[in-house]
């Protein structure tokens, strides 16, 4: 290899860490001030592309000259930065008082509509930008051809550290910024208006993912999936970078540049998977990213956000659950094959997603990645019944098994961690199994995945499968229910609410925590053997991203503060779903529009505005 | 949302009058409908799907206006969003099955719900019409009894663009494929393939960019340092045109020969506007050469009622009715066996000629368009395009009895 050869290549990687720094800077100013994890990033730098390739061409036709090419990166940039605004004042700032992650949830439903909403605006043809002139050709280094282009690009990233550097030491909005990043109580407590300054940094995150978009144009077409492909990758910058911290980030879309572009060279398919290989490194040996800084708020006890009193059933609860219970057994009776269907997957989903309550709500614990655990159990027991030759019974035992195995293997790492580096390392790990499950074709069947799961002969009916289903369900929520009003599940509380004083009272918080990471591994792995018999294959979506935020919708919806509302959420969140989907194809504008109602409506969720009326009455 | 709805309606009513005009010497179908379940990613690759959906509503308009099949009952085709994971697609399947009574299975996008639906279709013994799914794996080692394909698949496509580069000298080959099933086993059937068309040809260079995500700037970096002669492209939608912009400023495609599959196609070749490369030997459609007097008239028809250039997904669309039509007037019944038994050879006249289902491994023979890419004004387009029917590039018959599962 010449060494022209390695410099380009280097360059290449410099000007794609340059375009990723400028989206993940954003991120890392959102999440440093107002600790939202803002799924709807993605969205807004999809939206800076769509705004350039409309705006642009139109600029563009009054004089073709790159004053005005970049006057409409800005413009766009900055119309997009007014829509971070309007959904800072419509949305998050209602959120504010309630669990941080409820926003998660709402920026979640926000990126599902605004997928439909450029659909419906822009059609779904991709939309290419044009190049930039004066920057089309190409220049020579060192013998090879360069895109001028990209050597602007490479100028943009330090340009734009610098430019934040100075609003952020040189102004009073800068430092307001500085000093909610480090604690914000501080902040709030000193007298500074919060939701000016929330909706500035929104504005500020906004106005950088859709600069970041925008200046994609000249090489990359906008279209409608271009914010779920860049949105994992952002949060991983930050991650690596210290969430909050500016400068981190730009070391880390540096580092994951650069190992890019030389990693395709030795890998050529190691692009599915580096970036998460890289993060749980990171994660593993600095627990707070390369330039992060523990929370300030770390060592207080902070206010528990979660399962806060775990009541028995009243008479009231009592009948609602038997009438649930009822139900449950009866939709094969009065049901069509449709709807028995649809009840054995929403008891499927509560069983998943009432363990991962089990983890967030009771232990603190809060996984990005639980759809591991659940597509490791389906993979387990499929792999069993059509490699292995064995029958249905065994299968769903090794199951659970496998879940709780590999949970335990990702959980001792796991709970070395806290707060959101800790959901990243689950989310890290998730995306490895993932990619493993996707390109170890011979023994996974790669992303066309295995077919031909099906239960034993004497469960093959929808009926019968409906009640194994039911009755695996049931049993295993009640059992974690259980282990939540037990000793152990109060002593998970107590490490959750403040780590420190249970440690100091003899608790060994990382154990506890390890043996319920492994606990909700083996439900969720018992989920997804159930699931897989259900649909009869195995693929890797089901331990995909997707996936693992459905669960934590479902949980979100249902309320991580009351023991049963994972259940309520998982039922809801499916039936909205399968509501919708038949009725248009524009279903998932509807979906996200729904969860945001709910989260408005009832910004504890369901069970908790279930708990409102009940102390009302 | 109201006006999309509303335009929509309204668009589909101007249709059904328009054609209701246009055939005044027969009788409409009457009696109840033929129910057929058509899944699809509707939501998630609506490049395709559109035009797809529009093409089979134009099909079974015209077909209904005609007389409908089995001797007058109207055609109905029930379309609905598969989510795009198989597990969404089972569900919505069975949705189709048992809710809507829908007498048999048609449709979606991706090989992994294609899969998942095949195998559904053989364990509730319902028949499965895969239009769209390029996997192999759909008619060879995982192919059962229920499930058919009709466009043809990785194999007959990669083979397509291979025997047109017959004759060429280049030596060193790269390929560039995207990181899931389809790139994987359209690279696999390239290099076994390639030998054969060049004598001597080697691999050089593999780069497998993840789907959607490809860093254009790496990737053509690492296929240039390979000095290749020929470039193999997997490369489609949006990752294709962030490698071809890449590629024309590094000068990655000077002086070499590019075999790419599906880059004629208009779904594809349009985002390109007027950096389409010049050469690339390519699968696709070129409509605007058609010369065929049945398929015009569809083209025209097409046009006029959707106000729009036909796709590669609206001819699928309307070979897809047609074969549907002709399978039931050939069955006589909506009952899955006698459907099965009369898809086996069926031959259908369609407007791109003749498509026989082969019984052998349940593929159609249903072809595409080869040529190669040339700049026209704006767009691109395709040049020394002829249609390459599948019959001839179909798997072998030795391979298709040791790949398939006995039944």
Same mark, same amino acid.
């Given at each position: 290899m010449d060494f022209g050869f390695l410099v380009v290549q280097s360059l290449s990687g410099l000007a794609s860490a340059s375009s990723l720094f400028v989206i993940a800077s954003g991120l890392t100013l959102v999440f440093g001030v107002t600790r939202i994890v803002n799924f709807a990033h993605g969205s807004f730098y999809m939206l800076g592309a769509y705004m350039a390739v409309t705006v642009v061409p139109w600029l563009l036709d009054f004089d073709r000259s790159p004053l005005l090419f970049f006057c409409g990166v800005l413009i766009s940039a900055a119309v997009v930065g007014v829509l971070g605004v309007v959904m800072e004042v419509l949305l998050l700032r209602r959120l504010?008082? +309630?669990? /941080?992650l409820f926003q998660l949830l709402a920026t979640f439903g926000v990126v599902l509509m605004v997928q439909d909403a450029v659909l419906w605006l822009w059609g779904p043809v991709e939309i290419p930008g044009p190049r930039a002139p004066g920057l089309r050709h190409g220049v020579e280094i060192l013998g090879q051809r360069f895109p001028a282009y990209e050597l602007f690009l490479i100028c943009v990233g330090p340009a734009v550290l610098g430019l934040l550097w100075l609003l952020m030491h040189r102004t009073r909005f800068g430092i307001l910024i500085r000093a909610a990043t480090r604690d914000r109580e501080m902040v709030g407590a000193l007298g500074v208006n919060q939701a000016m300054l929330f909706t500035g940094t929104l504005f500020l995150g906004a106005f950088l993912a859709g600069l970041g978009g925008a200046l994609q144009i000249p090489r990359v077409s906008a279209n409608s999936q271009m914010d779920l492909s860049i949105i994992t990758e952002a949060f991983v910058v930050t991650v690596i970078g210290g969430m909050g911290s500016v400068p981190g980030a730009f070391l880390a879309a540096v580092i994951i540049g650069q190992l890019n572009s030389f990693g395709v060279l030795i890998f050529p398919k190691i692009t599915l998977v580096l970036v998460f290989l890289l993060m749980a490194v990171v994660l593993v040996v600095k627990p707070w990213g390369l330039l992060g800084r523990p929370e300030?708020?770390?060592g207080r006890a902070a206010l528990p956000e979660g399962i806060l009193a775990t009541p028995r059933f009243g008479p009231w609860e009592k009948v609602i659950l038997a009438v649930v219970l009822v139900a449950t057994l009866a939709v094969p009776v009065f049901g069509d094959a449709y709807t028995v269907k649809v009840a054995t997957e929403v008891l499927i989903f509560a069983l998943a997603a009432f363990s991962l309550n089990f983890l #967030?709500?009771?232990?603190?614990? #809060?996984?990005?990645?639980?759809a591991a655990y659940f597509g490791l159990g389906a993979y387990a027991a499929g792999l069993l019944v059509t @490699?292995?030759?064995?029958? %249905?019974e065994p299968a769903l035992i090794a199951a659970p098994i496998a879940g709780a195995a590999f949970a335990a293997l990702f959980g001792f790492f796991v709970v070395r961690l806290s707060g959101i580096y800790l959901a990243m390392l689950t989310l890290a790990f998730a995306q490895i199994a993932y990619a493993v499950c996707f390109q170890w +074709? &011979? #023994? $996974?069947?790669?992303?066309n995945g295995v077919v031909g799961v099906w239960p034993s002969a004497w469960a093959r009916s929808r009926d019968v499968f409906h009640y194994l289903v039911a009755a695996c369900c049931i049993l295993g929520i009640a059992a974690l229910r259980h282990v939540i009003y037990a000793p152990f599940g109060a002593t998970l509380r107590a490490a959750r609410d403040s780590e420190q004083r249970a440690d100091a009272i003899g608790i060994d918080v990382r154990m506890h925590r390890w043996l319920a990471f492994t606990l909700a591994g083996g439900a969720a792995g018992l989920a997804g053997g159930l699931y897989a018999f259900s649909k009869g294959s195995i693929d890797p979506t089901l331990l995909s991203i997707p996936m693992s935020i459905d669960f934590l919708a479902m949980l979100l919806l249902g309320g %991580?503060? $009351?023991? %049963?509302?994972a259940v309520a959420g998982a039922a809801a969140f499916h039936t909205i779903k399968d509501f919708f989907m038949p009725l248009t194809d524009h279903w998932r504008f509807f979906l996200g529009a729904s969860i945001i109602a709910l989260v408005l409506i009832f910004p504890r969720g369901l069970s908790g505005a279930y708990g409102a009326l009940r102390r009302r009455a | 949302m109201a006006g999309f709805t509303v335009t929509r309606r309204s668009a589909l009513a101007a249709g059904g009058g328009l054609l209701a005009g246009l055939r005044p010497g027969l009788a409409p179908a009457q009696g109840t409908p033929i129910k057929i379940g058509e899944l699809n990613s509707?939501? *998630?690759m609506a490049a395709f799907a559109m035009p797809y959906r529009n093409a089979i509503q134009l099909a079974v308009d015209q077909i209904n206006a005609a007389g409908? +099949? %089995?001797?007058?009952r109207p055609l109905e085709f029930i379309f609905r969003d598969d989510g795009s994971t198989p597990g969404d697609a089972v569900r919505v399947a069975e949705d189709l099955l $048992? *809710? &809507?009574?829908?007498a048999f299975l048609a449709g979606t996008f991706l090989s992994n719900v294609g899969l998942a639906v095949s195998d559904l279709a053989n364990q509730r013994k319902k028949l499965f019409l895969a239009t /769209?799914?390029? $996997?192999?794996a759909l008619t060879m080692?995982?192919?059962? *009894?229920?499930t058919w394909r009709l466009r043809p698949g990785t194999y007959m496509q990669t083979r397509m663009v291979v025997e047109a580069a017959r004759? @060429?000298? !280049? @030596?060193r080959w790269a390929i560039v494929a995207p990181n899931y099933e389809y790139g994987q086993s359209a690279a696999a059937n390239f290099k076994k393939l390639i030998g054969i068309a060049i004598p001597g040809a080697e691999i050089v260079a593999e780069q497998y960019p993840a789907l959607g995500r490809v860093d254009a700037g790496a990737t053509v970096g690492a296929l240039a340092q390979a000095r290749p002669d020929g470039i193999f492209n997997v490369l489609f939608g949006p990752d294709l045109t962030a490698f071809v912009r890449e590629g024309n400023t590094r000068g990655l495609f000077e002086r070499r020969l590019v075999l790419s599959l599906l880059t004629g196609e208009p779904e594809y070749m349009?985002?390109?506007?007027? &950096?389409?490369?010049?050469g690339w030997i390519t699968t696709g459609?070129?409509? /605007?050469q058609v010369q065929e007097a049945p398929h015009k008239a569809f083209i025209d028809a097409y046009r006029a009622r959707f106000n729009d250039t036909p796709r590669k997904g609206s001819v699928l669309g309307y070979v897809t009715a047609q074969v549907v039509a002709s399978m039931l007037n050939k069955a006589n019944s909506t009952e899955t066996e006698a459907l099965v038994d009369a898809l086996a050879d069926l031959p259908t006249q369609t407007i791109v000629g003749p498509v026989v289902m082969r019984a052998?491994?349940? !593929?159609?023979?249903m072809g595409t368009w080869v040529g190669e890419t040339v700049l026209r004004g704006r767009t691109g387009t395709m040049r020394n395009a002829r249609y390459a029917d599948g019959a001839n590039y179909m798997f072998p018959e030795d391979e298709v009895r040791a790949a398939r599962p006995r039944s």
């Amino acid at each position: 290899m010449d060494f022209g050869f390695l410099v380009v290549q280097s360059l290449s990687g410099l000007a794609s860490a340059s375009s990723l720094f400028v989206i993940a800077s954003g991120l890392t100013l959102v999440f440093g001030v107002t600790r939202i994890v803002n799924f709807a990033h993605g969205s807004f730098y999809m939206l800076g592309a769509y705004m350039a390739v409309t705006v642009v061409p139109w600029l563009l036709d009054f004089d073709r000259s790159p004053l005005l090419f970049f006057c409409g990166v800005l413009i766009s940039a900055a119309v997009v930065g007014v829509l971070g605004v309007v959904m800072e004042v419509l949305l998050l700032r209602r959120l504010y008082k +309630v669990p /941080e992650l409820f926003q998660l949830l709402a920026t979640f439903g926000v990126v599902l509509m605004v997928q439909d909403a450029v659909l419906w605006l822009w059609g779904p043809v991709e939309i290419p930008g044009p190049r930039a002139p004066g920057l089309r050709h190409g220049v020579e280094i060192l013998g090879q051809r360069f895109p001028a282009y990209e050597l602007f690009l490479i100028c943009v990233g330090p340009a734009v550290l610098g430019l934040l550097w100075l609003l952020m030491h040189r102004t009073r909005f800068g430092i307001l910024i500085r000093a909610a990043t480090r604690d914000r109580e501080m902040v709030g407590a000193l007298g500074v208006n919060q939701a000016m300054l929330f909706t500035g940094t929104l504005f500020l995150g906004a106005f950088l993912a859709g600069l970041g978009g925008a200046l994609q144009i000249p090489r990359v077409s906008a279209n409608s999936q271009m914010d779920l492909s860049i949105i994992t990758e952002a949060f991983v910058v930050t991650v690596i970078g210290g969430m909050g911290s500016v400068p981190g980030a730009f070391l880390a879309a540096v580092i994951i540049g650069q190992l890019n572009s030389f990693g395709v060279l030795i890998f050529p398919k190691i692009t599915l998977v580096l970036v998460f290989l890289l993060m749980a490194v990171v994660l593993v040996v600095k627990p707070w990213g390369l330039l992060g800084r523990p929370e300030a708020a770390a060592g207080r006890a902070a206010l528990p956000e979660g399962i806060l009193a775990t009541p028995r059933f009243g008479p009231w609860e009592k009948v609602i659950l038997a009438v649930v219970l009822v139900a449950t057994l009866a939709v094969p009776v009065f049901g069509d094959a449709y709807t028995v269907k649809v009840a054995t997957e929403v008891l499927i989903f509560a069983l998943a997603a009432f363990s991962l309550n089990f983890l #967030v709500g009771n232990g603190g614990i #809060v996984s990005f990645g639980h759809a591991a655990y659940f597509g490791l159990g389906a993979y387990a027991a499929g792999l069993l019944v059509t @490699k292995g030759g064995l029958p %249905m019974e065994p299968a769903l035992i090794a199951a659970p098994i496998a879940g709780a195995a590999f949970a335990a293997l990702f959980g001792f790492f796991v709970v070395r961690l806290s707060g959101i580096y800790l959901a990243m390392l689950t989310l890290a790990f998730a995306q490895i199994a993932y990619a493993v499950c996707f390109q170890w +074709v &011979e #023994v $996974t069947g790669g992303d066309n995945g295995v077919v031909g799961v099906w239960p034993s002969a004497w469960a093959r009916s929808r009926d019968v499968f409906h009640y194994l289903v039911a009755a695996c369900c049931i049993l295993g929520i009640a059992a974690l229910r259980h282990v939540i009003y037990a000793p152990f599940g109060a002593t998970l509380r107590a490490a959750r609410d403040s780590e420190q004083r249970a440690d100091a009272i003899g608790i060994d918080v990382r154990m506890h925590r390890w043996l319920a990471f492994t606990l909700a591994g083996g439900a969720a792995g018992l989920a997804g053997g159930l699931y897989a018999f259900s649909k009869g294959s195995i693929d890797p979506t089901l331990l995909s991203i997707p996936m693992s935020i459905d669960f934590l919708a479902m949980l979100l919806l249902g309320g %991580m503060q $009351t023991v %049963m509302g994972a259940v309520a959420g998982a039922a809801a969140f499916h039936t909205i779903k399968d509501f919708f989907m038949p009725l248009t194809d524009h279903w998932r504008f509807f979906l996200g529009a729904s969860i945001i109602a709910l989260v408005l409506i009832f910004p504890r969720g369901l069970s908790g505005a279930y708990g409102a009326l009940r102390r009302r009455a | 949302m109201a006006g999309f709805t509303v335009t929509r309606r309204s668009a589909l009513a101007a249709g059904g009058g328009l054609l209701a005009g246009l055939r005044p010497g027969l009788a409409p179908a009457q009696g109840t409908p033929i129910k057929i379940g058509e899944l699809n990613s509707y939501a *998630r690759m609506a490049a395709f799907a559109m035009p797809y959906r529009n093409a089979i509503q134009l099909a079974v308009d015209q077909i209904n206006a005609a007389g409908g +099949v %089995m001797g007058g009952r109207p055609l109905e085709f029930i379309f609905r969003d598969d989510g795009s994971t198989p597990g969404d697609a089972v569900r919505v399947a069975e949705d189709l099955l $048992t *809710r &809507e009574g829908c007498a048999f299975l048609a449709g979606t996008f991706l090989s992994n719900v294609g899969l998942a639906v095949s195998d559904l279709a053989n364990q509730r013994k319902k028949l499965f019409l895969a239009t /769209e799914p390029l $996997t192999d794996a759909l008619t060879m080692a995982q192919g059962n *009894r229920y499930t058919w394909r009709l466009r043809p698949g990785t194999y007959m496509q990669t083979r397509m663009v291979v025997e047109a580069a017959r004759g @060429k000298t !280049q @030596k060193r080959w790269a390929i560039v494929a995207p990181n899931y099933e389809y790139g994987q086993s359209a690279a696999a059937n390239f290099k076994k393939l390639i030998g054969i068309a060049i004598p001597g040809a080697e691999i050089v260079a593999e780069q497998y960019p993840a789907l959607g995500r490809v860093d254009a700037g790496a990737t053509v970096g690492a296929l240039a340092q390979a000095r290749p002669d020929g470039i193999f492209n997997v490369l489609f939608g949006p990752d294709l045109t962030a490698f071809v912009r890449e590629g024309n400023t590094r000068g990655l495609f000077e002086r070499r020969l590019v075999l790419s599959l599906l880059t004629g196609e208009p779904e594809y070749m349009l985002p390109l506007g007027d &950096e389409c490369p010049d050469g690339w030997i390519t699968t696709g459609y070129p409509w /605007e050469q058609v010369q065929e007097a049945p398929h015009k008239a569809f083209i025209d028809a097409y046009r006029a009622r959707f106000n729009d250039t036909p796709r590669k997904g609206s001819v699928l669309g309307y070979v897809t009715a047609q074969v549907v039509a002709s399978m039931l007037n050939k069955a006589n019944s909506t009952e899955t066996e006698a459907l099965v038994d009369a898809l086996a050879d069926l031959p259908t006249q369609t407007i791109v000629g003749p498509v026989v289902m082969r019984a052998l491994d349940h !593929q159609g023979t249903m072809g595409t368009w080869v040529g190669e890419t040339v700049l026209r004004g704006r767009t691109g387009t395709m040049r020394n395009a002829r249609y390459a029917d599948g019959a001839n590039y179909m798997f072998p018959e030795d391979e298709v009895r040791a790949a398939r599962p006995r039944s």
